[in-house]
């Protein structure tokens, strides 16, 4: 195993090799996952990364209610009906999520100083996959979306479709992301805050774009 993940993240690190080998006056940034804004939890027209698997387990999802007026209309109600969806995952893996004006602001903070022939990891503190359910049951208002780390038997139609949808994303759902070295961040960050991220923000991350993408965009359309 070369310890990647996928080819996007070995042609990320190949990248950076051949950046590495010139003379031009580089910096890298590595942010984590990155996601919306940490004030209005706005996904900015982000359909990638976490929120492609948002509507990846929201189009399996649908296929419980019979249609997306159906769960639209059981959403709104508030009622939180069990749907019983087991989803390759694990509980306690550790994710490192991080809001877009957080990294927009720590690059900015950084750029200012002038920093050449440095690497800077735009990070926030981890949370785990437990937070990570309890923000998908929450955001889609149902009860029963649940990690299973190990194989799962006699998967339901719904379930399967589910795993062929979002099984690209199954090695980060399953393997912890790194603990970086953010030395050379804090020593560089000044007017910026350093970056943090709760169970709390995330669950609302979450919410809002399955409110406003999903259900407003579907509304918007009838």
Known sequence: NNGFKN????????????????????TIFRPSIVVGNSKN???QGEMR?????????YTA???NFRSEENFIKVWKNNT???????????????????????VIGMITDIIKKKTIHKTFHLTSNHIIGENISQAFNKGFRVNGINYFKNYIPNMTKIELRAHRLISAFDD???????????????????????????????????????????????????
Not at 8 to 25: A, D, Q
Not at 49 to 57: A, K, S, W
Not at 80 to 102: A, M, Q, S, T, W
Request: glycine share 4%; with cysteine; aromatic share 12%.
């Open 7 to 26: 080819s996007y993240e070995e042609s990320k690190y190949e990248s950076e090799v051949i950046l590495r080998k010139t003379n031009l006056p580089w």
């Open 41 to 43: 939890y706005s996904c």
């Open 49 to 57: 990364m976490i929120y492609g698997y948002v509507l990846g387990v």
């Open 61 to 63: 999802l649908i296929a």
């Open 80 to 102: 939180y009906p069990d749907v019983n969806i087991r989803l390759k995952g694990d509980y306690k893996v550790k994710k490192n999520f991080v809001c877009i004006d957080d």
């Open 172 to 222: 980060y759902c399953l393997k912890d992301d790194p603990d970086w070295d953010t030395t050379n961040t804090d020593k560089s960050l000044h007017n910026h805050k350093k970056a943090g991220m709760s169970k709390e923000l995330f669950s609302n991350l979450i919410e809002s774009f399955i409110e406003k993408e999903i259900i407003d965009n579907y509304l918007g359309k009838k």
